[in-house]
Structures are given as structure tokens and as C-alpha cells.
């Protein structure tokens, strides 16, 4: 016996039963969005477990099921983290509205940064390629790349405070010898 396409099986699932999944998540969760999730988190589940099923109604039985059971697993971990996370969350009673709003303007001056100028800086300063890299990358010249970091460097150097011509610290690392 042939196995049946699993895009033709999805795509049947949905078309036949696919508004009676979404109404049934609905019902469970509340919210279109919540309901979405779970029908898709449900299809994939049970056509990865049963990809032999070619009877669309006791695939819809099956989802149903596993939509069921999502959801009732998603209550029990909800209740789960809401008893634990007071016992493992910090008590820091250092005042974070400080952090929060530093890291407020480095966000806007990034935002700031031209899409270019800004992709340069993320790969060089947070993904730490090279330069060359860095311009393999963007599919640029090493000069382009070094004048996008200049860039926003000059622009990024008052936020960040520090003097837009002191030069790149880079981290040395020593090299075992053979």
C-alpha cells in the first residue's frame, strides 16, 4: 500500500475539517491567535506520529485529541512555572529602571544606524567576525565594511561612551605552543 503525500494529507485535513479545529481551539484557549497555535501544533504532531492515516475523519479524532492534550499540558507547565518562578527569581533589590532605560537609547541609537551600517556593526561587535568576515558576509570589500564600522562607531561612541577615535579593543588570545 502507497503511503499518501503529507502536504496532500494537511492540506485535505485543513480544507475538510479546518474551521471545526479552529472553533474547537477557540474553545479552549479563548483567542484566535491561541487557537491558530494549537491547531497547527496539533496537526503537526499527530501527521509526524501517524503519517500513514489517510481517513480524514479519524485524522480530525486524532488532532482533536492531541489539541486536547496540548492544551492541558500547557496549563499544567503555566501553573508549574507560576509556583516555582517566585522561588527561583531574585530578590535583587537593586533598582533596574536605570538599566532598562540605557538600554532603551543604545536601542535607538541602533535603530538609528542605516541598515547597512547597523548589519556591519551586529556581525563585527556582537556575532565577533572579522572585518574579512564580516565582508564575506555582506558580500562587500574589506573597506566598505571597515567605513560602515567607522560609521557607526562615530555614531554609537557618545551612547556607548566612549571616544569615537580610541581604537578597537580587540582580545588577544595566546596560542599554545606545538
Do not use: C
Amino acid at each position: 500500500m502507497r503511503q499518501p503525500d503529507i502536504a496532500q494529507v494537511v492540506a485535505d485535513v485543513y480544507r475538510e475539517a479546518g474551521s471545526r479545529l479552529a472553533a474547537y481551539g477557540y474553545v479552549l484557549t479563548g483567542t484566535h491567535h491561541g487557537a491558530e497555535e494549537l491547531v497547527q501544533a496539533a496537526v503537526v504532531k499527530t501527521l509526524v506520529k501517524r503519517s500513514r492515516l489517510d481517513d480524514h475523519r479519524a485524522i480530525e479524532g486524532y488532532v482533536r485529541a492531541t489539541m486536547r492534550t496540548l492544551h492541558i499540558d500547557g496549563i499544567r507547565r503555566d501553573a508549574t512555572w507560576r509556583r516555582l518562578i517566585p522561588k527561583v527569581a531574585s530578590r535583587d533589590p537593586h533598582e533596574h529602571a536605570s538599566d532598562v532605560e540605557e538600554h532603551d537609547e543604545i536601542s535607538r541609537a541602533l535603530a538609528a544606524l542605516p541598515p547597512r551600517v547597523r548589519t556591519a556593526v551586529a556581525l563585527r561587535f556582537y556575532d565577533d567576525l572579522t572585518v574579512a568576515d564580516v565582508a564575506v558576509a555582506m558580500h562587500l570589500s574589506d573597506g566598505t565594511v571597515k567605513k560602515y564600522l567607522a560609521e557607526g562607531r562615530q555614531r554609537l561612541a557618545p551612547v556607548l561612551g566612549v571616544s569615537d577615535e580610541e581604537p578597537e579593543q580587540v582580545p588577544v588570545a595566546e596560542r599554545s605552543k606545538p
